[in-house]
């Protein structure tokens, strides 16, 4: 069987030195006529269109990457300058909030100072420390306490009225039930004529009441109630409440005449509680009537 060989043109080729040294003067010669004259640049453009996919080719896969990784930059820097700007818009609306709670809140403090301005007695300013979950009383607890002078029965006032009386002190804190409180009572006249009532708070719909009136009281819807002065507790002249409505029972043949207080002591933090002295009977009956 006859072994199969490959078919070579030349049987002895020239030696490797000599093959090396044909090629390093090809070179010298090509990179001379490159440097000097311009007659390989049409080869040379033939050349880099044939291997430019080649070489598009092996760039490929590290512009991949680079795209991928640039891409999922791009994606984490949106995703973060979004939380940025969400956070940044709910900050500027909590400012733009607290900002009109200030205002809000300082111009309260001016009325309660034009207010600190026409009573004759001496007053502490104080803030709600916090409102006493409780749905049968209604209280407040203030941030100052006896260390700035405050007592059990000093009354308490905004720039409506009056809103309620101090029932409870520590040396830091004081309670105040207000005057829809069922454990208060204030005596009051009629701004019209001077007629003196007695208000009373526990009315469910949050009004004070004046109860057992006569057919013939000389009392109208409209009427102011401000305070008499009676008692010593509560200064006189004090606004109380405005007479929403007067209800007759031929029954009992008494009338109750249910007022809306002009204080609003669910809108504001601030009040002026009134240095007065104290009346020690009625305090105890306060006391009494909350044990």
């Known amino acids: 069987m006859q072994e199969q060989r490959s078919i070579r043109l030349f049987r002895r080729g020239p030696a490797a030195e000599v093959r090396l040294a044909v090629f390093v003067l090809l070179s010298v010669l090509l990179l001379i006529t490159d440097a000097r004259w311009p007659v390989l640049e049409p080869a040379r453009q033939a050349i880099s269109m044939v291997i430019y996919p080649f070489q598009r080719a092996a760039m490929a896969p590290a512009e991949i990457t680079q795209y991928v990784d640039t891409w999922m930059n791009a994606t984490a820097l949106v995703h973060s300058e979004k939380e940025a700007l969400q956070r940044q818009r709910i900050e500027l609306a909590q400012v733009s909030t607290h900002a009109a709670q200030l205002a809000a809140e300082n111009e309260q403090l001016r009325r309660l100072l034009q207010v600190a301005d026409t009573v004759t007695q001496p007053a502490v300013a104080v803030e709600v420390f916090y409102e006493p979950p409780n749905a049968f009383n209604r209280r407040l607890v203030f941030n100052k306490g006896t260390k700035h002078g405050i ?15 101090v029932v409870r002190v520590t040396a830091y804190t004081a309670e105040a039930a207000l005057i829809t ?3 208060v009572s204030i005596p009051v006249q009629v701004l019209r004529n ?11 719909a949050a009004k004070i009441e004046a109860r057992y009136l006569t057919n013939e009281v000389d009392l109208k819807v409209g009427d102011t109630l401000i305070t008499s002065g009676i ?4 200064p006189a002249g004090l606004p109380v409440a405005e007479v929403e409505s007067i209800d007759f ?20 933090r601030h009040f002026l509680v009134l240095l007065v002295q104290e009346s020690a009977s009625q305090l105890e009956d306060i006391e009494g009537d909350d044990d």
């Open 194 to 204: 001077g007629l003196r009532l007695v208000a009373f708070g526990g009315h469910s």
């Open 249 to 268: 029972d031929p029954a009992t043949g008494f009338a109750v005449a249910v007022g809306q207080p002009l204080s609003h002591p669910e809108r504001y």
């Open 181 to 183: 409180d069922d454990k």
């Open 151 to 165: 007592h059990p029965g000093m009354p308490v006032i905004d720039e409506g009225g009056v809103v309620g009386q």
């Open 231 to 234: 008692g010593g507790l509560f």
